[in-house]
């Protein structure tokens, strides 16, 4: 059984940083692609970027680009969001998703197979 489980939120100001990490047990994530998404009050899950299982490519949405970096530990079996310049719209609940391969341009929440439960940023401004 694949579990994934999210750490790191909290509340920061505007233009502060956090760092995210998603840990996995029953899977090794070396062989999944791994992206982070985002649910703020009264939005749909938003794609934030994702990591590639075969070389670590990265994707970003272009609200994040520049400010956001995805990377992973496969020896911990972890993966990380960095997010820095934070800003008030940046506030949601962020959630880890993964899939054995995948691809490299799977931004749609119904693609991924395993999610974690979320952790709550806020940014005050």
């Known amino acids: 059984q694949v579990q994934l489980i999210e750490s790191g939120g909290g509340l920061v100001q505007a233009g502060g940083s956090l760092r995210l990490s998603c840990a996995a047990s029953?899977?090794?994530?070396?062989?999944?692609?791994m992206a982070w998404f985002r649910q703020g009050p009264g939005n749909e899950r938003e794609f934030v970027g994702l990591?590639?299982?075969?070389?670590?490519?990265?994707y970003y949405a272009d609200s994040v680009k520049g400010r956001f970096n995805i990377s992973r530990d496969n020896a911990e079996n972890t993966v990380y969001l960095q997010m820095n310049s934070l800003k008030p719209g940046d506030t949601a609940v962020y959630y880890c998703?993964?899939?054995?391969?995948?691809?490299?341009?799977?931004?749609?929440?119904?693609?991924?197979?395993?999610w974690g439960q979320g952790t709550q940023v806020t940014v005050s401004s």
């Open positions: 998703a993964g899939l054995q391969f995948g691809s490299s341009r799977n931004t749609f929440p119904y693609k991924y197979k395993y």
């Open positions: 029953g899977a090794t994530l070396s062989t999944y692609s």
């Open positions: 990591i590639y299982y075969n070389g670590g490519y990265t």
